[in-house]
């Protein structure tokens, strides 16, 4: 880096990603090479690689200080290093370190690389649980970082790749010379901000970050600079909300919320065989708020399985309707589409609209069913009427994106299980929408997996979110046992009989099996053969899998609802939305090999009526995490409670999956530590957006996202 007489001028942060790597004293092509290996191109990646962890010297016991079973961290030098191999013929190497005082002994097996990493001199941090190996204290293949001749008190660990040599301390080196050469670097926060959440300055953050003076300001280093990573992270999620707000036409729908939300709305609700939940009244409000207004809705529901969704869907549907447009519903499988088709049906029969052309000027209200099953004559009856506006309500599985479907004025759009369908979908819908009366239609988004708040706010950051943590009244809680012995297990097949005598029916749910469908369908066929010999033997057994043809599977749940089948043993295609009453105990096989949101939503299949119900999960603690699962699951069965259990077990990478890419990734900021960060970064990202001038009144602001956030589309930043 050239540093001009000072007093330079501060540079902007994109500056730091225009300076290749080489530009750092010491970092040579060769070692260019191997950074660029595990990604850092530029300073600004340099100084972006955050510590993994510290070592904080003054805090270090003494070797002679440990004790067998503990787990610690010794900082010390390598002495003297053999390498040979066991027995069976394993490598094995054991190295001596020295803190001065005393010797450790560390024993890495199947590690023949460790002989060359561990030369003799060097200094090093291990950190291990010490354990004892005749008579002699030990650790077993601990974790190893090599520290240089470091001398300062709290040494930065730094994520290392064995594989591109590169080692924590070369690149505790090079980040130090880069620091030192740093130019000054612009704040773009607005100042208020920061001092509202008592946010350190960006140019000590990055400072302290990589060589704090104690571990108080590590932590405030690294608050300071996640902070940064998720607002800009937000930053782009809310101008990309402002934008198409911008560009959009909306419908103003007639929502006389006071009179009970209009007429049709009204009735609807009358005829309702219950009273609505408190959760789904104010679901509905919000949904009504953003129906009347004139920018068109992007919300996302997220309620428990059995929470009550689809009335609230419903209802959302018919306010469309009673303004002269229509509905659409889209569900991600044809037998879910064939549910709702009949849930809807009977929650508005009896309903009519104002039709001028037939004697007494109304029509019943019409609601139609679209699938890659209709046949083509239907489809082509059905598309005429649609374009017509003689259907008020089309419910339907992909199939209602294709071209040939065309509405006369889509007013509501619901997408029921959004993590099955991508932002490109809800993008042909809403042109749906635009073809007909040249409208945006209002979109509402179902999840029945709920994540936590601060997630929902980053992966659906362009969706305003409605949650639902309250169920109907009168339902008993799912009785779930983890069966983890022979007795359990016998328990929850007598149960199963038990409940079957008692006129009502049972799920059991066949293991996972890794391969194609095919080979998890032929083990269902097996387990069901094998389940009707022994455990099910006299029972009516019945079979659903996902190789079955539809109409196959149509007469087996057919079947199943009318007690002609009391047993259905399946994989999980029954997992979303089968709702069968009657049901009231399901039987999990190798539960521990199941995801939480899939056993959660598989365990929604029982307990959707006022009859006690029970869920058996048979399985190992088979890990530490299935362990920590089962447990949970049998505990609560809130999905939001599961949702922040799930983030803390599996971390937040599961959830963002592929959906941030490129230099957006998110280094020092944690969605599952930084909750309260995220929410704020939310806040400052809407007022900067919304009340602070827009992001043209920040241009800084502006350069960072349009840099860091190279490879996305960022367009939109600046729309206005
Ligand atoms: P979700 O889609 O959230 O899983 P549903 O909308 O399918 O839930 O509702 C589950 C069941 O509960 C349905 O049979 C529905 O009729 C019923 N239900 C919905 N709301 C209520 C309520 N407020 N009181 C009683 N039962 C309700
Ligand atoms: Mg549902």
């Known amino acids: 880096m050239s540093v001009t007489t000072p007093p330079a001028p501060p540079r902007s942060l994109d500056y730091l990603a225009s300076l290749p790597v080489t530009r750092v004293r010491r970092v040579g092509p060769k070692n260019a090479e191997a950074l660029a290996e595990i990604g850092i191109e530029t300073v600004y990646d340099l100084v972006t690689h955050y510590p993994r962890r510290y070592v904080d010297r003054t805090r270090q016991a003494g070797i002679a200080e440990l004790s067998v079973g503990e787990e610690a961290t010794v900082v010390g030098t390598v002495r003297r290093v053999t390498s040979r191999r066991t027995r069976r013929g394993q490598p094995l190497v054991e190295a001596h ?167 049709l709305l009204a009735r609807f609700r009358r005829n309702l065989p219950f009273t609505l939940t408190g959760a789904q009244e104010r679901a509905l409000a919000e949904i009504a708020a953003d129906l009347g207004g004139p920018l068109p809705m992007h919300r996302l529901l997220q309620g428990d399985v059995g929470s009550g969704k689809t009335v609230v869907a419903v209802a959302a549907m018919l306010v469309a309707v009673q303004g002269g447009h229509q509905g659409a519903l889209m569900a991600p499988t044809e037998v879910l589409a064939e549910q709702h088709y009949l849930g809807v049906r009977g929650l508005v029969e009896g309903l009519s609209v104002p039709d001028p052309g037939r004697l007494g000027g109304e029509r019943p209200l019409r609601v139609e069913l679209l699938t890659s099953r209709t046949t083509a004559s239907d489809r082509a009856a059905l598309c005429a ?42 993008a042909v819908l809403r042109e749906k929408g635009r073809a007909g009366g040249g409208a945006d239609p209002d979109v509402l988004v179902m999840t029945a997996t709920p994540i936590p708040r601060t997630a929902a706010m980053t992966v659906f950051g362009d969706l305003d979110v409605t949650e639902m943590r309250e169920r109907p009244a009168g339902r008993t809680r799912v009785q779930t046992v983890w069966a983890r012995g022979p007795l359990e297990v016998e328990a929850a097949w007598s149960q199963v009989r038990a409940e079957v005598a008692a006129g009502r029916r049972a799920y059991v749910v066949c293991p996972l099996v890794e391969g194609s469908e095919k080979v ?198 600046l729309k206005s």
């Open 520 to 717: 998890e369908a032929a083990s269902a066929v097996e387990e069901k053969e094998r389940l009707s010999a022994g455990e099910l033997a006299g029972l009516r057994v019945g079979l659903l899998h996902g190789q079955m043809a539809a109409r196959e599977k149509e007469q087996v749940m057919a079947a199943f609802r009318r007690g002609e089948v009391e047993v259905l043993v399946a994989t999980t295609v029954i997992e979303v939305g089968v709702d069968v009453p009657d049901a009231t105990v399901m039987v999990v096989e190798d539960a521990d090999r199941f995801g939480m949101a899939q056993l959660h939503q598989l365990r929604g299949r029982v307990g959707r009526s006022d009859l006690p119900s029970w869920c058996f999960l048979l399985g190992q603690a088979s890990s530490p995490e299935a362990e920590r699962r089962l447990t949970v699951l049998a505990s609560s069965d809130d999905g939001f409670v599961l949702a922040e259990e799930d983030l803390e077990l599996r971390g937040e990478g599961t959830i963002l999956g592929t959906r941030q890419r490129g230099r957006s990734d998110l280094k020092a900021a944690s969605l599952r530590r930084d909750r309260e960060l995220v929410s704020e970064a939310r806040r400052v990202a809407l007022s900067v957006v919304y009340e602070e001038g827009g992001l043209e009144a920040h241009p800084a602001l502006v350069r960072e996202l349009e840099v860091l956030l190279a490879g996305d589309d960022t367009e939109f930043l």
């Open 385 to 426: 009427d649609l374009v017509e506006g003689q259907v008020d309500i089309l419910i339907g599985t992909h199939a209602l994106l294709t071209e040939d479907v065309a509405f006369h004025s889509l007013g509501v759009v619901v997408i029921d299980e959004q993590h099955r369908f991508g932002v490109e979908q809800r």
């Open 97 to 263: 370190v020295s803190d001065g005082r005393a010797y450790l002994k560390l024993t890495f097996f199947n590690q023949a690389w460790r002989a060359r990493q561990l030369q003799a001199g060097l200094q090093v941090a291990v950190f291990g649980k010490l354990d004892s190996y005749r008579g002699r204290v030990q650790m077993t293949n601990p974790v190893v970082d090599l520290i240089g001749d470091r001398t300062g008190r709290i040494i930065p660990i730094y994520p290392q790749s064995e594989k591109a040599q590169v080692v924590s301390w070369k690149l505790a080196e090079w980040i130090a010379e880069a620091l030192r050469r740093l130019p000054n670097l612009i704040d773009p926060v607005p100042e208020q901000h920061l001092a509202e959440l008592g946010l350190m300055d960006r140019n000590r953050a990055l400072h302290a970050i990589h060589q704090p003076q104690s571990m108080a300001e590590a932590v405030q280093a690294r608050r300071r600079l996640a902070f940064d990573e998720l607002l800009r992270l937000q930053l782009t999620l809310v101008a990309r909300k402002r934008a198409a707000e911008q560009e959009a036409v909306g419908i103003r729908h007639l929502v006389e919320v006071d009179k009970g939300g209009g007429e």
